[in-house]
């Protein structure tokens, strides 16, 4: 499998933002961990991934979720190591039909595709480039500093919250919405 890009924006774009060379290893660390909070958040890893193999239990029904999307190519679907063709997909929304009706219970899918997207959407690459900008600025300092009988407390700053940009992002590309319930 050739895995997504590590990033899923420009350590360029964030290095302009914070005038910091684009390979200080802290910039890259804020962007690495931004794009595993967006990835993590969407449920999928959202750039371009080819050639990818993945293992799904049959469900017993007509669909089956596969864990990423756009699918670009299905290259080979097999149920139990027998090959299966005629298999449907609906591409945006990462789905795929069986042939006969529905996928037998208790069988292993080997799904061996293409999925994601090249160029990684301008509104994803932003929110990322903003999450790595406050990350990077997040000083995870003293948080409470104790002498004597005198205790002073300063405010936790590791924790970073998201923006209403994030979040309609995340909201447009995640998938399998069903166990929000």
Same mark, same amino acid.
């Given at each position: 499998?050739?895995?997504?890009?590590?990033?899923?924006?420009?350590?360029?774009?964030?290095?302009?933002?914070?005038?910091?060379? %684009?390979?200080?290893?802290?910039?890259?660390?804020?962007?690495?961990?931004?794009? /595993? @909070?967006?990835? $993590?958040?969407?449920? +999928? *890893?959202?750039?371009?991934?080819?050639?990818?193999?993945?293992?799904?239990?049959?469900?017993?029904?007509?669909?089956?979720?596969?864990?990423?999307?756009?699918?670009?190519?299905?290259? %080979?679907?097999?149920?139990?190591?027998?090959?299966?063709?005629?298999?449907?997909? /609906? @591409?945006?929304? $990462?789905?795929?039909? +069986? *042939?006969?009706?529905?996928?037998?219970?208790?069988?292993?899918?080997?799904?061996?595709?293409?999925?994601?997207?090249?160029?990684?959407?301008?509104?994803?690459?932003?929110?990322?480039?903003?999450?790595?900008?406050?990350?990077?600025?997040?000083?995870?300092?003293?948080?409470?500093?104790?002498? $004597?009988?005198?205790?002073?407390?300063?405010?936790?700053?590791?924790?970073?919250?998201?923006?209403?940009?994030?979040?309609?992002?995340?909201?447009?590309?995640?998938?399998?919405?069903?166990?929000?319930?």
């Amino acid at each position: 499998m050739a895995g997504p890009e590590p990033y899923l924006a420009e350590p360029a774009d964030l290095a302009a933002l914070l005038k910091k060379p %684009a390979d200080d290893p802290q910039l890259l660390a804020a962007l690495r961990a931004a794009t /595993r @909070r967006f990835r $993590g958040q969407v449920r +999928h *890893p959202v750039s371009l991934v080819t050639d990818d193999t993945t293992f799904l239990d049959g469900t017993g029904k007509a669909v089956l979720q596969l864990p990423a999307a756009p699918v670009l190519a299905v290259h %080979a679907v097999e149920v139990d190591g027998v090959p299966l063709t005629g298999v449907k997909v /609906r @591409r945006q929304a $990462g789905l795929l039909l +069986h *042939p006969d009706g529905c996928w037998p219970e208790w069988s292993e899918v080997t799904v061996n595709w293409d999925h994601g997207l090249d160029p990684v959407p301008e509104d994803v690459a932003e929110v990322v480039v903003d999450q790595a900008r406050v990350i990077y600025r997040t000083d995870p300092a003293i948080q409470q500093v104790t002498t $004597g009988t005198e205790s002073v407390s300063f405010a936790a700053t590791a924790a970073v919250g998201i923006t209403e940009q994030w979040r309609a992002a995340v909201e447009a590309y995640r998938l399998n919405r069903g166990d929000d319930a």
